[in-house]
């Protein structure tokens, strides 16, 4: 499984980005869990949201839930942050991630793409 993520950038606070993941190697992702993860330099990797690859079942990080929205295309196998209400503790380089399961490990990562949010 192949993950790419794109879309990050620079914006003004109270500003909006989509961020996009798409993945690969596999026909269908039937059964997985996909996610999005944030890391700030000298800090642990956080958890911001996921999505059940089947039944689009989501889950937030507090401090994102009503601003962020995490969403996916079966079609394009492609997955979606839309960030709206940006804040600077929003600026970090956002990871998508995906497991075969519930209870599995996220053993599959994109590369990270940079969101900044300014003052």
């Known amino acids: 499984v192949q993950l790419q993520a794109y879309g990050g950038g620079l914006v003004q606070v109270g500003g909006s980005l989509r961020l996009s993941c798409s993945a690969s190697g596999r026909n269908s992702f039937s059964g997985y869990v996909m996610a999005w993860f944030r890391q700030v330099p000298g800090k642990p990797r956080e958890f911001v949201a996921t999505?059940?690859?089947?039944?689009?079942?989501?889950n937030y990080l507090d401090s994102v839930k009503g601003r962020f929205t995490i969403s996916r295309d079966n079609a394009k196998n492609t997955m979606y942050l839309q960030m709206n209400t940006l804040k600077p503790e929003d600026t970090a380089l956002y990871y998508c991630a995906a497991k075969e399961g519930r209870n599995a490990r996220y053993d599959y990562w994109g590369q990270g793409t940079q969101v900044t949010v300014s003052s």
């Open positions: 999505i059940t690859w089947n039944y689009g079942a989501t």
